[in-house]
């Protein structure tokens, strides 16, 4: 068996220490999945998908270990519970966030990997596992334990992460690192063990494109004036009127006014980590 790159990752890690490691860390790097261009003709239709699935190698790993003692634990653990780099197979796999294709350019965020990192495929990311039937095996007992070291010397701000539901954490909103993920719409994410709180600041009228996504939302307006639109239904939201938005349902928003909102996601938003 063997295998050929399709293309190579552009990203601005040149050192691994540079990547951010443990379960608090935020993948928010961006760069570009560059595609040979004999395999250009395989991206077509790509752009409609907001998320990718990108399969690698780890081509600047060590031998591999069976057991393997992730940044996330004091413990070691079987390599194949972990997604430590020395592997038999030196395969990495990530999630990534298509930001825009320009050609066999794939421009996208999230990226963990290091520059000149050969990518061996890419797929849709498409998640149909329900939230509640999802185990996290040692992780949620090093959460617990409460082990989140690990993390990038440079990333900053305590890890959003709060854990466990074993585990209480009190968390001043306003110390997170806010985001703008979409022209005005800036965001602070709060993720639990499954589910992500996205503390929003929208300026006025500022649109969210219509878009939907596997994850079952409740959609709620702290101050100001929101328009939702869910599955062709449009209303004005105001503070103590809720909406829920069911899996995979299309929506789409627009601020009337300068808004505050809180949303809340089921499973984790592991697009927003
Ligand atoms: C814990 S692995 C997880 C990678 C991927 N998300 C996965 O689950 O397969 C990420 C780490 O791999 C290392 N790494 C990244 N790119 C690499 C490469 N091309 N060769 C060897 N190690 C790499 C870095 O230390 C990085 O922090």
């Not at 395999?39 to 907001?50: M, Q, R, T």
Request: proline share 10%; charged share 25%; hydrophobic share 35%.
């Amino acid at each position: 068996m063997e295998f050929r790159p399709i293309g190579v990752v552009r990203s601005p890690y040149s050192d691994k220490a540079q990547i951010p490691k443990g379960p608090g860390a935020e993948h928010e790097a961006e760069g570009v999945l560059e595609v040979l261009p004999e395999f250009e003709p395989g991206l077509v239709d790509i752009e409609g998908f907001s998320h990718l699935y990108v399969l690698w190698v780890f081509h600047r790993a060590e031998p591999f270990e069976l057991l393997s003692s992730p940044p996330t634990d004091d413990r070691p653990h079987g390599v194949f519970a972990t997604r430590a780099p020395r592997r038999p197979n030196p395969i990495g796999l990530t999630v990534v966030r298509l930001l825009r294709r320009d050609g066999p350019r794939l421009h996208v965020r999230g990226l963990d990997m290091l520059d000149g990192t050969p990518i061996l495929d890419i797929k849709p990311y498409l998640s149909s596992v329900p939230a509640g039937e999802i185990r996290r095996g040692w992780l949620a007992d090093a959460e617990a334990r409460g082990h989140t070291q690990g993390r990038s010397p440079q990333s900053g701000p305590p890890p959003t992460t709060a854990g466990s539901g074993a585990k209480m954490a009190f968390i001043d909103v306003s110390t997170l690192p806010q985001r703008e993920v979409i022209p005005g719409y800036r965001a602070r994410f709060l993720h639990g063990q499954g589910m992500t709180a996205a503390y929003w600041e929208v300026d006025a009228g500022a649109a969210m494109p219509e878009h939907a996504h596997v994850h079952e939302q409740i959609a709620n307006v702290l101050s100001g004036e929101f328009e939702l639109t869910v599955a062709g239904e449009r209303r004005r939201l105001t503070p103590g009127t809720a909406a829920l938005i069911p899996s995979d349902v299309r929506h789409s928003g627009r601020a009337i006014t300068a808004c505050r909102l809180l949303d809340v996601f089921n499973p984790v938003r592991e697009d927003y980590r």
